[in-house]
């Protein structure tokens, strides 16, 4: 009977923390990390507004809860696309750019631009997993002379970046397939996803 109630206990104490950091990921995309507070995360979620310092100690706690659990989403993606095709990794970066961490990304961008923010770091952490996406696709491929792996990958995250800050902003005016499709072209044009 005490297992049973422990076991109870600690399923309700999980769902809590995910309805928790599922609502403050959301509020974040939609006002800001600043603008968001406990009261509105505990609407969002049906949980007490109590219980979130219980569980994170602080809104940098949530937030940190918000990246890991964003974070190992862009790993997870980023496992199953290493060992896809060139092709694979495009359609990939598309579905990313219409999901819905990437509005996540585009609220918090500004934030983490300011020096003392704790989103600072978080934002240089996506940025280096994704390179690390696209230069596992650099080490894997024929580069034309003179194109350095870095230098390409730094690019590659950048425009993905500015695409997909384009297409949320104005949807209407930027065709991601088309646009993804080109990028496609001038990519494989410096040996991008050509084997090595």
């Known amino acids: 009977m005490t297992t049973s109630r422990a076991t109870r206990r600690a399923e309700t104490t999980q769902e809590s923390r995910r309805l928790l950091v599922t609502a403050a990921a959301e509020l974040f995309a939609e006002r800001g990390y600043r603008l968001t507070t406990f009261e509105d995360i505990a609407a969002r979620s049906g949980v007490s507004r109590g219980s ?5 100690g602080n809104k940098e706690g949530l937030l940190a809860a918000v990246i890991d659990h ?5 790993r997870a993606d980023a496992r199953r696309l290493e060992s896809g095709t ?7 970066i598309v579905e990313l750019t219409r ?11 500004a934030e983490a631009a300011e020096p003392d923010s ?11 997993a994704l390179r690390a996406l696209v ?7 024929d580069l034309a002379d003179g194109v350095d792996a870095d230098a390409l990958s730094a690019i590659v995250v950048g425009a993905t970046m500015g695409i ?3 297409w949320r902003i104005a949807p209407d ?3 991601l397939d088309r646009v993804y499709a080109t990028l496609g072209v001038l990519l494989r044009s410096v040996g991008l996803g050509e084997p090595g």
């Open 86 to 92: 060139f092709d694979d990794l495009l359609h990939g």
């Open 118 to 128: 704790p989103l600072r770091k978080w934002y240089g952490d996506v940025h280096t």
């Open 173 to 175: 005016a930027v065709d």
């Open 70 to 74: 964003v974070m190992a989403s862009i």
């Open 164 to 166: 997909h800050q384009q």
């Open 99 to 109: 999901g819905p961490t990437t509005k996540l990304f585009i609220t918090l961008m």
């Open 52 to 56: 979130i310092p219980w569980h994170f």
């Open 135 to 141: 230069r596992s696709w650099i080490e894997r491929s």
